[in-house]
């Protein structure tokens, strides 16, 4: 009886603890690919025109991929191009883009090129967005066209 009494008071215990560890392990290893990353932004080729300041509207040629960390150039599915089509316009802090857009183009030069790898919480976080899943850390090289 007294054995019985101290395994229902421990079972939830030792239930807690087994599936802390279970969650522990599902976590990234070093062997184990990773689909985040910090936010980051990477020239590719300076612009000499106007500059990328709130308030300005610029236009621009985007393609975005999933962030892939086991892909040597860490771009997964390719999920939407302006390439070849309509650029996008936009006034740079009046939140039409997402805010890790908004972030990694501001201070650009028009002329210019840019990579930035943008973590879900700047830009769709918990929520699914077409093919971009909930959580998704992207990819955006944008060329700079304009800045009006």
């Known amino acids: 009886m007294l054995h019985t009494r101290l395994v229902r008071r421990r079972l939830p215990s030792v239930l807690y603890v087994l599936a802390a ?4 392990a599902c976590g990234p290893t070093p062997t184990t690919p990773t689909s985040s990353a910090p936010f980051s932004q990477t020239d590719q080729r300076l612009g000499t025109g106007a500059d990328a300041v709130p308030g300005r509207t610029l236009t621009t040629h985007y393609t975005g991929w999933l962030y892939d960390g086991t ?3 860490q771009k997964g ?3 939407e191009t302006s390439v070849g ?3 996008l316009t936009f006034t740079l802090g009046a ?5 890790g857009l908004e972030q990694g183009m501001a201070g650009m030069k028009a ?3 840019r990579r930035i790898i943008i ?3 700047l830009a769709y976080g918990a929520v699914r967005s077409g093919p971009i899943p909930a959580f998704a850390t ?3 090289e944008v060329d700079l066209l304009t800045v009006q």
């Open 21 to 24: 560890l279970a969650l522990a």
């Open 71 to 73: 892909k040597p150039d």
């Open 77 to 79: 599915l390719q999920f």
């Open 85 to 87: 089509s309509t650029p």
């Open 95 to 99: 939140g039409q883009v997402i805010t």
């Open 111 to 113: 002329g210019g090129a």
């Open 119 to 121: 973590p879900s919480s």
């Open 138 to 140: 992207i990819i955006f």
